[in-house]
């Protein structure tokens, strides 16, 4: 089952802007490694499942994964071969919208090559520019 | 605790035109506050500021703050209260500081420095920090700038809490003392796909529409108050 909100207000929305920096969620809060967005961008429930999917695999039940994003914007699509009008579009997917700086996964409980690894493997299935956090420790 | 220095000027001018001018020439803005005292806009040095704030380990340390005014220069115990930064370049857009009178106590948040090896740890359980700084009240004195937590008797299934903690004396947790510090949790076990019946995953690909619920209620009241007044 694709990520999206159980309930929503209305079913369908307009797409939004992506500008600015993220003002929350930037920084590590639960994992001592992360991955962090570094371009504007809309990002698929499909994408986050595959990248939760590449790090659940390579971590194979050692340490914990937080996701950090959630898709719940809608986005709608018109039919193959349909003339314009009839109204907007049935909602085809849902994505996240995220802003520079957006922490997006978050690792804990491994050491530091096994996390890296992860989050590579992550990165590769977010189809933006990211980096890979670490927490300073105390 | 060693002893930290902000440099820093009083400034007239505010506004966030004034505080980009401000970082261009090599300040931060910030601004100094406290009980019973105006609050004061200030310029700080920026490169020893950013050089300090680099090598913290904690956003909520004390700190002196030596303040140049039409007055002269003035050397003031505060509390950095906290630091906003910018997410991606880390530059250091604005500080606050907090004045504290050395006679009151002062809550602030404290890092927890986990030390030794969990024995759970080394059987396969998974070491969850959960509560990374802690909530103290002590007079500034007194105030410790890191608490140690021995970890090394930590089991499996086993959690320190924050009643746990060793604190030195005069120096009390405003955490909920039931509050788990650090846990050992168990190795997390394969999870064995459920399956999935055709008609949860029907009813699962579309969210629930609130707009849509409250429109059908709406549209059914009409009727009703329609069909009574046909009655009547």
Redesign the interface.
């Known amino acids: ?2 990520l ?8 369908k929305m307009q797409r939004g802007t992506t500008k600015g ?2 003002a929350r969620g ?2 590590l809060f639960y994992g001592d490694y992360g991955l ?1 967005l ?1 371009d504007p961008a809309r990002i698929s429930s499909a994408q986050i499942e595959a990248a939760r999917v590449a790090v659940t695999h390579y971590l194979k ?4 994964l937080w996701v950090r994003i959630f898709p719940d914007h809608p986005v709608t699509k018109k039919p193959a071969e349909s003339r314009l009008g009839k109204g907007k579009g049935d ?1 085809s997917h849902w994505e996240a919208i995220a802003l ?2 957006r922490v997006l996964l978050e690792i ?2 491994v050491e530091e090559s096994v996390a890296r690894e992860a989050l590579r493997l992550a990165s590769y299935k977010i189809p933006y520019r990211s980096r890979i956090l670490t927490r ?1 420790l ?1 | 605790m060693e002893e930290i220095l902000f440099q820093a000027e009083v400034r007239e001018t505010t506004g966030k035109g004034v505080a980009r001018k401000l970082r261009q020439a090599g300040f931060v803005p910030g601004i100094l506050y406290g009980p019973g005292e105006e609050p004061v806009a200030l310029k700080v040095e920026g490169k020893s500021a950013g050089t300090i704030v680099r090598r913290l ?2 956003h909520n340390i004390m700190a002196d703050l030596v303040l140049k005014g039409s007055a002269g220069e003035e050397k003031i115990k505060t509390i950095l209260k906290d630091v906003q930064k ?3 370049t880390g530059a250091l857009l604005h500080l606050d500081f907090y004045r504290v009178r050395m006679d009151r106590p002062v809550a602030m948040e404290i ?3 986990l030390v030794g090896e969990s024995v759970g740890v080394s059987q396969g359980g ?4 959960e509560l ?1 700084e802690a909530k103290l009240e002590a007079l500034p004195r007194n105030m410790p700038d ?1 608490i140690t937590v021995d970890i090394s008797t930590l089991g499996i299934g086993h959690a320190l809490l924050v009643k746990d903690l060793k604190l030195p004396e005069g120096v009390r947790a405003l955490d909920d003392p039931e509050r788990v510090v650090v846990a050992v ?1 168990a ?4 999870e064995e796909a459920a399956p ?1 019946t055709e008609e949860v ?1 029907a009813a ?9 619920e409250k429109a059908e209620e709406r549209r059914k009241m009409k009727e009703e108050a329609k069909q009574e007044e046909a009655k009547e």
């Open positions: 089952m694709p999206m909100p159980k309930r929503v207000k209305y079913r920096k993220a930037n920084t962090q570094l039940n050692r340490g914990r909602v520079p700086g804990g409980g300073e105390t | 380990r904690s910018d997410p991606l890092p927890i420095q998974i070491l969850e920090q990374r890191r949790l190795p997390a076990k394969e999935v995953t699962a690909t579309e969210p629930e529409v609130i707009s849509e």
